[in-house]
């Protein structure tokens, strides 16, 4: 299905004033005849009194054709089940009154920008009770919306159940494509929104893991879920733009919004990234100690100032490592005595 932009329907304004002046003259006519019965010109008369009659009881279906749009609205219109076109932009348009318009996700409600609300209009039965009904707009709009789908939970490359939720930016961008290449673009795009998201996360680790290849070139490499965001980001974007093409949907942008691991797992994650963390402090500690004490010994042993045997200065290595590596303060202790 190709789109076809209706261009020459902005005349709202100039059918309003007509189909009025017209509803107008078939009144004067209607008056006319109704006098002119008892005269020599009933005939004339009573065929002006039937004409306006009749003219004033379908003269009010060109005020069906009349549309206002917003900016960046659209309209796709059919008549009698064919595609005649589709009118966009802001204005006072008049098109042909038998024409409807198309929207089959008029009444789809999703977690995001932009959905359709619905108006409650108050009518009056038969009974003298009041009844809402509901009026649902036929419009598309074609501004930037943002999806927010709920978040999933998925098995990453290493098998860890993670939860992962994003946020899609997209706009329509073929009003024929949306509205007949798919039964209901909304609910279309939400569920290519989380298969994409499935099969990009299971080829990332959540974090660095040795070994693991997330490009596809067979070579390990440093990437992950919570180190390569943008990486990923813009892979989820692609992966959903090639999904709804026949939509007529751009994707402008996909964002990680919420990442964190399965709550079965959480605590056992925390542990091992706080045990990750006090190894690597400990390494750091150690190297800084070694290199103080090597400075300790060179200093001592400049210029002959100390001498120190083998075993002295093995007691001196272990006594500073104890002090610099310990978590807790030193006590002091004077050896008043000889080591020996």
């Known amino acids: 299905m190709k789109e076809k932009i209706l261009t020459t329907k902005k005349r709202g304004m100039l059918a309003l004033i007509l189909t009025v002046l017209f509803e107008i003259g078939f009144i004067v006519a209607f008056i006319f005849g109704a006098t002119q019965l008892d005269t020599a010109n009933h005939i004339l008369g009573s065929t002006l009194l039937v ?26 219109l059919t008549l009698f089940g064919k595609y005649v076109g589709t009118i966009k932009g802001d204005g006072f348009f008049w098109v042909n009154p038998f024409c409807s318009a198309i929207n089959p996700a008029a009444q789809t409600k999703l977690n995001q920008s932009g959905d359709v609300r619905t108006i409650d209009a108050p009518i009056i039965t038969a009974t003298g009770t009041a009844k809402s009904v509901e009026i649902v707009p036929k419009k598309l709009s074609l501004k930037i919306m943002t999806l927010n789908n709920s978040r999933q939970k998925i098995n990453d490359c290493l098998g860890n159940p993670i939860e992962i939720g994003i946020a899609v930016t997209w706009r329509i961008t073929d009003t024929a494509k949306a509205v007949f290449n798919v039964d209901n673009y909304k609910e279309f795009l939400s569920l290519q929104c989380d298969s994409a998201l499935r099969n990009i996360v299971r080829l990332y680790p959540y974090d660095v893991a040795p070994g693991v290849d997330t490009t596809g070139d067979g070579v390990a490499d440093d990437g992950s879920l919570r180190g390569s965001s943008e990486v990923v980001a813009q892979r989820i974007r692609d992966e959903i733009q090639s999904r709804v093409d026949e939509a007529g949907i751009e994707i402008i942008e996909a964002r990680i919004t919420y990442l964190a691991y399965a709550t079965e797992i959480a605590a056992v994650m925390l542990q091992r990234q706080q045990a990750s963390a006090i190894i690597d402090a400990r390494k750091m500690i150690v190297e800084g100690a070694v290199g103080m004490v090597e400075m300790a010994l060179d200093r001592l042993s400049e210029g002959g100032k100390v001498e120190l045997d083998e075993e002295r200065k093995a007691a001196m290595v272990s006594n500073l490592l104890v002090v610099l590596c310990g978590n807790r303060d030193a006590q002091p202790i004077v050896n008043s005595g000889s080591l020996y």
């Open 51 to 76: 004409a306006g009659i009749f003219l004033s009881c379908i003269g009010w279906i060109p005020l069906l054709g009349l549309r206002i749009l917003q900016p960046e609205e659209a309209l796709v």
